[in-house]
């Protein structure tokens, strides 16, 4: 059982905050919230500074929210479904109006999911201003202090900007000014007419020059952690020359904040275990706790229904496709294959014209994804009989899935289903993104060989991690490093952003990564081709179309727009 000490500091931003463009509560403190003279201490503020980082989950019961799971720190809506790794699951209805938009590209600004995302990531951005009010405030605090403070909000609010501008493209900036601003009515609202990208620069800059490479809690950012993030928003603004730089310092020195160098675990499944949490691998994650009295609201609670429907007995979501699950298949070194979206597919699940694929698969196949007769973790033999209904297609998330043996130690008995409302962290970047990040920046400045030993680092980490056994009728479990340096820089960019896929794959980043690489349409209209025509794909028929001048971003949502005295414009 995990705890963390944010779980009593909702209240003490309330009546300070406004999120989004909203106007602030009335000017009367309700009973039992704490103001802001208690709070200007030292100690009050590194409160706040915790209920910021509070928010990287995506979820605060408070909020008003409506399915909540749109809103989850994963991104395993919008960055995963939305990118055609998984389809929505469960039945068609459940979550339809929500989901079934973002997997067909065609949500509208009335969206529920995409407003509670909104909602939570400006509510982020509105704990991260409270904490730089309220340290400008405070004098009795030195100044290596400060700026530790200072640079975790701004680190924070840099994530939390940084999320907003890759979900909607167009989005206000909002700093500490502006915040005050808006709640007292000095100003009536803020623009999006300006790309925030280099304020979040400027944010995660200062971050890294400031923050100290230890800190007293495995939880909080410092500088390496600051830098990795800094590092991979400058590979979205295409400022590779810098990125390599930062990034080269963070592979070679980074620590996590107790002083621990960042690695590589020995076995890749092990990210995804909570035995394991905060290890040497994890770089950013939000803290999940359980069994705290908080109704399981402080758990992976944005993920509680990415479970198959039975055997963990949970929503049976976040079910991967055809498509995504393909890219899995290696050739006989071990090596991806060429061509892998074909007719021969593992679990055909009854699909006229599809055979079963019975080759080699790389090892992070079953460890990423549930599939017939194959080991799922300890909770027994997966069978596609476990999904709630055939829409969701044969196969089962699993990253975001507890063993068994675990359930007595972190699941709160207030969540119904015994795999679901757990401490199992929310990973959100690991040490393996980053040294694919730093292959990337490399590629861009032409230094081939130094990619290839990056991206031969990582797959050489999958080709020794421990492999899940199943029938040989099934595949062979098979990965191996590339033999060669790459011939070309396009090479190399292939191989990079597979590597991505299969690497970070159900983790909520592909979307985004299409995006800024500018494929977006190519591979989520080739998703489409492939996927729509099969029985059981219910969701994707009549067959969507993807188009980049519309699709690229979400649309931002109609309540905030309302909301925003005319500031905010679609």
Known sequence: MKQKSIIFLGAAIALLGV??????????????????????????????LIAAYAMLDGHDGSLGLGGEWGSSGSNFLYGGIGAGEANKGSDPGDQGPNMTPVQRHEATSTNGALNDRWKTIYEGVKRTNVVLQVLEKVKEIDDPTRKNLAGQ?????????FQARITWGKVPWLDEKIDADLASGAIKGVANDVDIFPK????????????????????RANKWIAGALYGKVLLFTKDFATAKTVLTAVVNNGTNPLGTKFGLLDNYDDNFNLTFDNSKESVLA?????????????????????????????????????????????DANG??????HNTQVLDPAGQAGFTQYTGNVDTRLDWTIGRNQVPYHDWGTYLTTWQRDISAGPFGAKKTCIRQSQVAETHDASIWHVGGGVALNLNLMRFSEVILMLAEAEIEAGSLQN?????????????NSRVVVFPATVGVPKVAPYPTVFASKDEATKALRLERSLELGMEGQRFFDLVRWGIAATEINAYYNYESPMPYQVLL?????????????????????DLSNGFIKP
């Open 19 to 48: 999120y989004a463009c909203k106007k602030s509560f009335l000017d009367v403190n309700p009973v039992g919230v704490l103001d802001e003279a208690t709070l200007s201490s030292p100690k009050g503020v590194d409160k706040l």
């Open 153 to 161: 909000a701004r680190f924070l609010r840099g994530w939390y900007h």
């Open 200 to 219: 979040i620069v400027e944010d995660l800059k200062y971050a890294y020059e400031n923050l100290p490479e230890k800190q007293d809690a495995v939880g």
């Open 286 to 330: 939000f803290q999940a706790s359980s069994k705290d009295n908080a109704s399981a609201r402080n758990t992976n609670w944005g993920d509680i229904l990415n479970l198959p429907a039975t055997g963990p007995s949970s929503g049976g979501f976040y079910c991967p496709t055809y498509y995504f699950t393909n890219g899995f298949k290696t």
């Open 335 to 340: 090596l991806p294959v060429a061509n892998p």
């Open 451 to 463: 990619a290839f030993t990056n991206i031969n680092l990582v797959r050489s980490r999958a080709a």
């Open 541 to 561: 028929k009549p067959k969507p179309t993807f188009d980049a001048a519309k699709n690229n971003y979400y649309p931002i949502p109609q309540q905030q727009i």
